[in-house]
């Protein structure tokens, strides 16, 4: 079976950090695109950040140059370290997978985590 789990999420004061991990597993042999999107309450989900499988990053305007997205591919992970946090950067962090291919040369499209809990408050 074909999971990602997402880790790393907690409280932190305005300005604090905070790295995401999103953790592929289940015989995984490659991933493409991997992506992380949030969604605050009431809002909608919103892609953060993007990296494909050959190292190009996408940040939505309102991250960029407080957030890093990278990869271990090596450990099918993916990472989202964030910097210099915003009470508005509170929300639920999701990543998604484009696509997975596992060792047996399935292919799983669109997996998504379950999501880890991010508050910025004073």
């Known amino acids: 079976q074909v999971q990602l789990a997402e880790s790393g999420g907690g409280s932190v004061q305005p300005g604090g950090s905070l790295r995401l991990s999103c953790a592929a597993s289940g015989s995984i042999i490659s991933q493409n695109v991997m992506r992380w999107y949030r ?19 996408y940040y939505v305007d ?51 985590g379950q999501g880890t809990l991010v508050t910025v408050s004073s």
């Open 39 to 57: 969604q605050a309450p009431g809002k909608q989900r919103e892609l953060v950040a993007h990296i494909t499988s050959g190292g190009s990053m």
């Open 62 to 112: 309102s991250v960029k140059g407080r957030f890093t997205i990278s990869r271990d591919n090596a450990k099918n992970t993916v990472y989202l370290q964030m910097n210099s946090l915003k009470p508005e950067d509170t929300a639920v962090y999701y990543c998604k997978a484009d696509e997975l291919r596992d060792i047996g040369g399935r292919r799983y499209f669109d997996v998504w």
